[in-house]
């Protein structure tokens, strides 16, 4: 890795990263990406309501509201070159009185227009015959139709492979921790936590929550970023909703809403909630029952619904306001492309292509690359049979396991395997088959046996030491 | 190939309505279980003495002539209708294949519920597991904490306490009846918990690396999903005092039914009793 000198380098590998990663791929560049834990998608990407948004609420004008322009041509060739699991369920936003009918009409309407975005009134008597569990409140609401339902993790995942097979690499579980200026100004030289370096003539600055900390290596104090957590509930009930269910926002909350999950069952949140540490991601009594109490005014049963699990992700809240994508000015050869709050999974298509013409302004050439891939093949093992069942909950079977084992990304943890297969993802958390797919990864990369299985993030050690086989 | 019974499940349950077919003279009887070996989800902690009565069940059961498909799952159930036979597909290591039987007791019993079934708050690192997780983990060779809490809440934790005491002095015991857990702390790895005493509110926190705790079960009717066997909202298979399920020759006995519960206690009893009704 260290022997020759990359083009560009991208910091971070959550969705933003990948699709850089991807959408530069096509080009004859060479490429690296560092991503800091063990795998892709382990920071914001992994937990967020998994909506591709059309962009019809961006405040106009923004580069959020451009990148978002720009992706929703995108994604219907991305959902079929990439097979990204992908329902365009639609979102309806819900008023259940005038005033919410008011803000719609006032607010919503004309904002959407400006962003180019089709949107139509509906009345109460269609939103309930298609969404029979909304509350008998609503008095009627503003349809979406573009809005849309993905797997967040497949999407960064499969940005990321098809990169690596156009020939980038990718270095996982090693953060940089140092940049600095070589050759003149030049060249970059990244430092990462391991000792090792890495000269680059572009670096582009994709680290989310933490891309402040990556600007400031290069003295780089324009922008900070702060964390607001969101916490949901995930439901496996049979919820009669098709779509999207959102609430008409109020001056100070955007609200939390019902959404259908592409693997099946409902979301229900997240909150805004504010806080010091980056790095919390638990959820809370008070964060579930404001979630309850949220989309209880949307779906009156929501009370009810039993849980199969609950989670919380962090969003990265720029000082500015806005996406930050533009060289650094006090380094040049950085991009940013940072601040990227709500929308990041929707907008990454478009923040990767407004990225790739920054760095071609600021000198980089962008050849084509004639050979690239565009389409992500099926299979990457030659396992014939499809042998048994190690996930019970979800009837994931052993050739599964290791066909995600074989892939360009290869897992190298058990959420890893998780998020490539949807084993673990049912009803006993995989408290029945995570040892299963344990032996499972020993067998298929002999050299990790004796290593200690990982969770997901950086130390997250299942069991805490080898001990003797028992008799 | 065709069977006069088939019993998915080789645990608690089936293997004593196979000794009770057995008994009674039935020798077209096919047994399918997922795990490598015969005893169903609970064997691991069968070396305690809460599950003596298994033990010898295990034993008897060692001479049964009885054919056993190991780490064989059904996947898919289609009951016959107007007494034709019963159609089960069957993945295992050989791949998929299907079995036709006059009759299927359904045995498959449940899994432990865990924290995330009850909405326990606080962080999701390694470390948080239930008993099945932590004796898995024993029996790979791993360690599974250095400093461990257990929730104690039946014979499954009592016993997963006794066999964890033989491998490590650092286990700290929570009865559930007297501690309710509230929260979970740790960002990759455990570092404590909370617990709050039903009594007297006092809020107890304790440092570990480890938190075992399971309450509740999941029924394995996951195959289920579709098939007109009906069950209850919590997937357990609804039968009668005999094992009866809602559609003829289809029985069902354990914790993979609304009359099991969810230490596995009166799954023998349910099941000697669904075989009489058998043959
Ligand atoms: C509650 C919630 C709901 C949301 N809902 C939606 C939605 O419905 N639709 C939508 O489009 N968006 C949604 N979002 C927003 C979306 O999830 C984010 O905008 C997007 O995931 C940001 O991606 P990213 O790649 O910038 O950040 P991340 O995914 O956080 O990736 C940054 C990566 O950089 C790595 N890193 C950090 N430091 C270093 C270092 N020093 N060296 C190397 N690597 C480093 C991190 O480990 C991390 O993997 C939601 C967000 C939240 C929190």
Redesign the interface.
């Known amino acids: 890795m260290q022997n020759h000198k990359y083009d560009v380098v991208v910091i971070g590998g959550g969705v933003v990263g990948t699709a850089i990663l991807r959408a530069l791929s096509f080009y004859q560049l060479k490429l690296l990406l560092i991503e800091k834990q063990p795998d892709v998608c382990e920071g914001t990407s992994k937990a967020n309501s998994g909506i591709v948004h059309t962009g019809f609420d961006a405040k106009p004008g923004t580069v959020e509201a451009e990148c978002l322009r720009r992706s929703r041509s995108l994604w219907p060739i991305l959902v079929e070159n990439l097979r990204i699991p992908f329902i365009p369920c639609g979102a309806v936003m819900v008023a259940t009185n005038e005033e919410e009918k008011q803000i719609i009409e006032t607010t919503y309407v004309p904002n959407a227009k400006a962003n180019d975005v089709d949107v139509h009134w509906m009345s109460a008597e269609e939103i309930l015959e298609m969404n029979p569990a909304v509350t008998a409140e609503v008095t009627g609401g503003l349809a979406v139709p573009g809005e849309a339902i993905c797997d967040p993790f497949w999407a960064t995942r499969a940005f990321g492979e098809i990169a690596v097979l156009n020939g980038a690499e990718v270095v996982l579980g090693q953060g940089v921790s140092h940049i600095e200026t070589v050759s003149n100004g030049e060249d970059l030289r990244l430092t990462l936590e391991n000792g090792e370096t890495v000269t680059t003539r572009y670096a582009v600055n994709a680290a989310g929550l933490w891309s402040d900390e990556i600007a400031r290596m290069v003295g780089d104090e324009s922008f900070s970023i702060s964390p607001r957590k969101g916490q949901f509930i995930l439901t496996e009930e049979a919820i009669s909703i098709s779509s999207i269910i959102l609430p008409v926002p109020t001056k100070t909350s955007k609200g939390v809403l019902v959404s259908p999950v592409v693997f099946g069952g409902f979301l229900l949140g997240p909150t805004a909630e504010d806080q010091e540490d980056k790095w919390d991601r638990s959820t809370s009594q008070a964060g579930m029952e404001s979630v309850l109490a949220g989309c209880e005014k949307l779906v009156p049963d929501s009370r009810q619904f039993s849980t199969i699990r609950q989670f919380a992700g962090v969003r990265a809240v720029c000082s500015e306001g806005d996406f930050v994508i533009r060289p650094s000015a006090v380094q040049p050869r950085m991009i940013h492309a940072a601040g990227i709050r709500s929308t990041g999974l929707s907008a990454s298509p478009g923040i990767a292509e407004l990225v790739a013409a920054t760095l071609q302004k600021a000198g980089l050439e962008l050849q084509a690359n004639e050979q690239a891939q565009h389409a992500l093949p099926d299979l990457f093992s030659e396992e014939q049979e499809t042998g048994e069942i190690i996930c019970l909950c979800r009837s994931i079977t052993r050739s599964e396991i290791v066909n995600s084992l074989k892939r360009p990304l290869t897992p190298q943890t058990i959420d890893g395997v998780k998020r490539r297969t949807g084993a673990t993802l049912g009803e006993c958390q995989g408290n029945c088959c995570i040892p299963k797919i344990i032996d499972v990864m020993a067998e298929t990369y002999p050299e990790h046996t004796g290593k200690q299985p990982l969770k997901g993030v950086r130390n997250s050690y299942l069991a805490v030491a080898q001990g003797e086989k028992q008799a | 190939m065709m069977y006069e019974l088939v019993i998915i499940g080789a645990g608690i349950s089936g293997l004593t309505a196979a000794l009770s077919a057995w008994e009674r003279g039935v020798s077209s009887v096919l047994m399918i279980d997922?795990q490598k070996r015969r005893g169903g989800?609970t064997l691991p902690y069968w070396s305690s003495d809460e599950f003596a009565p298994e033990r010898e069940l295990l034993e008897k059961a060692a001479s049964l002539p009885y054919e056993i498909h190991e780490?064989?799952?059904v996947?898919g159930f289609f009951p016959g209708a107007n007494g034709q036979l019963h159609q089960l597909y069957v993945?295992?290591?050989?791949?998929?294949y299907s079995i036709e039987a006059k009759k299927v007791l359904i045995a498959s019993g449940s899994?432990?519920?865990?924290r995330?079934?009850h909405?326990i708050?606080?962080?999701?690192?390694?470390?948080v597991?239930?008993p099945?997780?932590a004796m898995?983990?024993?029996?790979?060779?791993?360690?599974?904490?250095?400093k461990i809490v257990l929730i104690e809440n039946g014979r499954i934790s009592r016993s997963t306490a006794v066999l964890l005491e033989k491998?490590t002095s650092n286990l700290v015991k929570y009865a559930e009846s007297d501690w309710e857990l509230t929260s979970i702390?740790g960002?990759?790895?455990v570092e404590g918990v909370q617990l709050r005493n039903r009594m007297t509110d006092e809020i107890n926190e304790v440092a570990c690396?480890?938190l075992i705790f399971?309450k509740g079960r999941?029924p394995?009717t996951?195959?289920l999903k579709g098939a007109p066997i009906e069950r209850d909202q919590h997937d357990a298979i609804i039968v009668d005092a005999t094992g009866k399920t809602n559609l003829p020759d289809i029985y069902a006995a354990g914790s993979c039914t609304c009359l099991g519960d969810d230490d596995h206690t009166n799954s023998m009893e349910l099941a000697k009793e669904t075989a009489k009704q058998l043959f």
């Open positions: 997922y989800f780490q064989s799952t996947v993945q295992s290591p050989m791949g998929t899994l432990e519920k865990p995330e079934a909405k708050p606080g962080t999701r690192p390694a470390g597991m239930t099945m997780m898995q983990l024993i029996e790979r060779g791993y360690q599974p904490g250095r491998e702390k960002l990759s790895r690396d480890t399971a999941v394995c996951f195959f």
